[in-house]
């Protein structure tokens, strides 16, 4: 099993930045990819970032391409999302999940582990 916990949310102005970390405990030799997805309040969950745990490479929903950045750590075991101008619609909160089958995993349904979540708002 994998444990996640989530960290970095807050209260932010439209326009600010904040940087959410991930940091996983447990099996994570089994790791393919993190991914970070968030819910905003009467919203489905959505797909925001991944990255492949190996090669590092990365794919974003449109919605934040240009904005967010994910990146990780290996020797830390702790996947980040470098969040900048940050709108309104951005409110929501984010959670970090692990996949142990899918390499390239952009749904919800290919992720095994995930985190509590944490609260980003942003103000207008």
Excluded: H
């Excluded at 990255?51 to 240009?66: L, N, P, R």
Aim: with cysteine; aromatic share 12%; hydrophobic share 35%.
């Amino acid at each position: 099993q994998v444990q996640l916990v989530e960290s970095g949310g807050g209260l932010v102005q439209a326009g600010g930045s904040l940087r959410l970390s991930c940091a996983a405990s447990g099996r994570t030799f089994r790791t393919k990819a993190m991914g970070w997805f968030r819910q905003a309040p009467g919203k489905e969950r959505e797909f925001v970032a991944r990255i492949s745990w190996s090669v590092g490479s990365t794919s974003y929903a449109d919605s934040v391409k240009g904005r967010f950045t994910i990146s990780r750590d290996n020797a830390k075991n702790t996947v980040y999302l470098q969040m900048n101008s940050l709108k309104p619609e951005d409110t929501a909160v984010y959670y970090c999940a692990a996949s142990f089958g899918v390499y390239i995993a952009t749904s919800q349904t290919q992720y095994d582990y995930w985190g509590q979540g944490t609260q980003v708002t942003v103000s207008s």
